[in-house]
């Protein structure tokens, strides 16, 4: 008990450890004492605050006036939010990755943790499965929100509509949140400061639609994810900054084991590598495979491989029904700049695996600054990945395969055959001249 009489002293609006204080003083017969605790309580939260204590704290106060046995399992239960979603099935490797975000409870103070990456990369996945193994570090809650930030069919979810929700959540009575949005944020910061929450944002964007979403200091933890890399938001600790790319080869089939069945999987070794290759390794299109193969058991994995290593209908067959690879590439898409998306296109109708910034340049017909400027958007926005340099110690891209069809599609919905042409012709023209000073940077 003098552990908990110190715990309340140091935070003397943190209502959980209050409550056990008050059922440690009642159970020892020092009831007079527990009800002294919670008027204490009463008194800092409406000084500091301006709010009455939360319906649990409340609940537990009268069930003392009337000197009745408590129930503080059932009491816990009830208003202790945890909101976040199921854990979700299948999920595989990232064993690294969850060891970094780790380092988010054993923060002392506030910390920060990002993962960013591609969309259909399990960015979501490793966010929830990391809250499931953490929540008992969090004792005042976990809350989970999806702002939308990346959503085709919705609009974003204002900042201070999720603050609203999140206060309502850890029990302040709708009537005490105050209409303006500057006060609602410091009630909001104010009221996290005496307690330890998770707060997990998930599909965010943009800074400042995050800022009023985090904390001013205390105890709680935030984890966001984002297809952006955010470099304004600063993750602490930094290990906290989590990227996420596909999946090693092993792990992919492994996925599509778990969800396909094993001996399916493993009776056909060649194919179930060559189906991950073709989904790019990407947990999303992974998915989607094996579910279809699962709910096809006439189906060899063959057969599946068939149907995707056509490129004219393989982004149809992972896009069928709910599945949202296509979907998800698209939103993204719809973020890019101009000229970053008519880039975009161009680089779908290349032959080549990889490429430099020059060809970026060639493409656009622009200069050397201005391509390669555009060529880091991709790679912020998460279309591209950097896969080494050349021998003159150029940075070399590549655009995944999925990706690369997606663009090529856009390219033929949204520029005439000649415009395609051109920019084919100014890139082997570029290519030709390179080549003839003895550059690699084909």
Same mark, same amino acid.
């Given at each position: ?6 715990? @309340? ?93 780790? +380092? ?25 499965? %990391?809250?499931?193994? +953490? ?64 707060? @997990? ?14 904390? *001013?200091?205390?105890? =709680?933890? @935030? ?12 993750? %602490? ?23 396909? *069945? ?15 290759? /073709? ?19 006439? %189906? ?45 296109? *161009? ?10 910034? %020059? ?14 400027? /555009?060529?880091?958007? /991709? ?21 995944? =395969? ?29 290519? =030709? ?5 003895? =550059?690699?940077?084909?």
């Amino acid at each position: 008990m003098p552990e908990l009489a110190a715990l @309340v002293r140091e935070e003397p609006l943190g209502e959980r450890p209050r409550r056990h204080l008050m059922l440690a003083l009642h159970r020892s017969g020092r009831r007079a004492e527990a009800l002294a605790s919670y008027r204490a309580g009463r008194a800092h939260s409406v000084r500091e605050l301006g709010v009455e204590p939360g319906p649990e704290l409340r609940a537990l106060h009268e069930e003392l006036l009337r000197d009745e046995p408590t129930a503080p399992a059932r009491s816990a239960l009830q208003v202790t939010p945890v909101e976040l979603p199921p854990d979700l099935p299948g999920f595989v490797g990232r064993k690294e990755k969850l060891q970094h975000l780790d +380092a988010l409870f054993a923060q002392d103070g506030a910390a920060l943790g990002l993962v960013t990456g591609t969309a259909g990369v399990g960015k979501t996945g490793l966010a929830v499965r %990391w809250a499931h193994r +953490a929540a008992a570090h969090f004792t005042d809650g976990l809350l989970f929100a999806d702002p939308r930030g990346y959503d085709e069919e919705l609009e974003p979810v204002r900042a201070t509509d999720v603050v609203g929700r999140f206060l309502r959540a850890i029990g302040v009575p709708p009537e005490r949140l105050p209409p303006d949005e500057e006060e609602l944020v410091a009630l909001y910061r104010s009221v996290l400061a005496g307690r330890r929450v998770l707060l @997990v944002l998930d599909n965010a964007r943009g800074r400042e639609r995050l800022a009023p979403l985090l904390p *001013g200091d205390g105890r =709680s933890v @935030v984890l966001v994810t984002s297809r952006e890399p955010l470099p304004e938001l600063v993750a %602490w600790p930094p290990r906290a900054r989590v990227h996420l790319g596909v999946l090693p080869p092993a792990q992919a089939v492994g996925l599509l084991g778990v969800i396909a *069945g094993e001996d399916r999987v493993a009776g056909a070794p060649e194919d179930a590598a060559r189906l991950a290759e /073709l989904c790019d390794r990407l947990p999303l299109a992974l998915h989607v495979a094996a579910a279809r193969l699962a709910s096809k058991p006439h %189906w060899t994995v063959g057969h599946l491989v068939t149907l995707l290593a056509d490129e004219h209908r393989r982004l149809d067959e992972l896009s069928r029904g709910g599945a949202r690879v296509r979907a998800g590439f698209e939103v993204s898409y719809r973020c890019l700049s101009r000229e970053a998306a008519r880039l975009y296109r *161009g680089l779908g109708l290349l032959d080549v695996p990889d490429f430099t910034a %020059w060809v970026a340049a060639a493409l656009l017909g622009a200069g050397a600054a201005e391509g390669e400027r /555009l060529v880091e958007d /991709l790679v912020d926005a998460r279309f591209l990945d950097v896969v080494g340099t050349d021998r003159t110690g150029r940075l070399r891209y590549r655009l995944p =395969s999925l990706l690369r069809l997606h663009a090529r599609e856009r390219a033929r919905a949204e520029e005439t055959g000649e415009e395609r042409r051109a920019a084919q012709e100014r890139e082997k023209q570029s290519e =030709s001249g390179a080549r003839g000073e003895g =550059s690699t940077a084909a």
